[in-house]
């Protein structure tokens, strides 16, 4: 496990800060010569996640945040280091920038290709959203933010319970013993809380990253927008236990959105799990279409 850690020495500590996310404030220092940010945990995690990191250290992806490793303070704080991206996330980049059709439409490759490459070290993403993912110089896309990320193996230790609700696959509302005390008894939602939805994330949790990957092509097609803005809890699961996401399908069609990214939103987030589109089929139709319209 040694070569996930790094001597709190070997960084370079500044008072910049980057941002707040979920899991702790984000500071920019410097390691090497090269600057990167650095996660201060609000809780100390390491004994939990720590195989979860030395995965993530060998990921060698344009479209992944490149991680450098685990800084323990002399007063025993944890610090996660990763490279520092230029243009912040994305979330804020598309509501600041125009951006054309066919720019939008490599957004989406990018992060279709990133997150092929954690499925296939099975590694899910769980928290997966325009806010955590960045743009670097040149726009390519990098995919952030995996303090809730959990191996495949991991499911049943508790980590993979957070993440953002309105990104939230309906298979993993089933899932939280919280929501299941909350509205099993719901007949509106019986379709969502039973036992078949539970297997769904216990057995193919991916399948709920490309539910959440299929939203976050959604803002990027809609410039950012907000998902399901002043919506209760309850009308929230109730409109993921439509077959398709409708509402969100004509906001699209509103503002002109081309087919090929109007079906990867309708298709990525379809209710039925084993029926949502495939990131290998993703990253062969969007390219297809970019190369046909050249």
Request: glycine share 6%; hydrophobic share 35%; charged share 30%.
């Amino acid at each position: 496990m040694s070569n996930v850690f790094i001597p709190y020495e070997d960084i370079k500590w500044t008072e910049s800060k980057l941002g707040e996310g979920s899991s702790g404030k984000v500071i920019l220092g410097e390691y090497k010569g090269i600057k990167v940010a650095v996660k201060q945990f609000k809780i100390d995690i390491m004994n939990e996640i720590i195989y979860e990191l030395r995965k993530h250290k060998k990921l060698k992806n344009k479209n992944i945040v490149e991680f450098c490793g685990v800084v323990r303070s002399p007063n025993d704080k944890t610090f996660l280091v990763t490279e520092y991206v230029e243009n912040g996330n994305l979330r804020d980049y598309l509501s600041e920038n125009y951006l054309e059709w066919s720019t939008k439409t490599q957004m989406a490759v990018d992060i279709a290709d990133g997150l092929l490459e954690c499925h296939n070290n099975d590694i899910i993403h769980s928290d997966l959203k325009a806010e955590n993912i960045l743009v670097d110089r040149n726009m390519t896309l990098k995919i952030a933010d995996f303090g809730l990320s959990v191996t495949k193996f991991e499911l049943d230790i508790g980590i993979a319970a957070g993440g953002a609700l309105k990104w939230r696959a309906p298979e993993r509302f089933a899932a939280s013993a919280k929501f299941r005390q909350k509205y099993s008894n719901n007949p509106k939602l019986s379709n969502i809380f039973n036992k078949e939805m539970i297997k769904f994330y216990e057995n193919q949790p991916i399948l709920s990253d490309i539910y959440s990957y299929g939203l976050v092509v959604w803002e990027i097609a809609t410039n950012g927008s907000t998902l399901y803005p002043d919506i209760y809890e309850e009308d929230l699961i109730e409109a993921k236990s439509n077959e398709y996401v409708s509402d969100l399908i004509d906001i699209l069609e509103q503002n002109d959105t081309p087919g090929p990214l109007r079906r990867v939103v309708k298709e990525c987030c379809r209710f039925s799990p084993v029926k949502r589109m495939a990131l290998e089929q993703v990253v062969i139709e969007l390219p297809n279409y970019l190369h046909n319209k050249k």
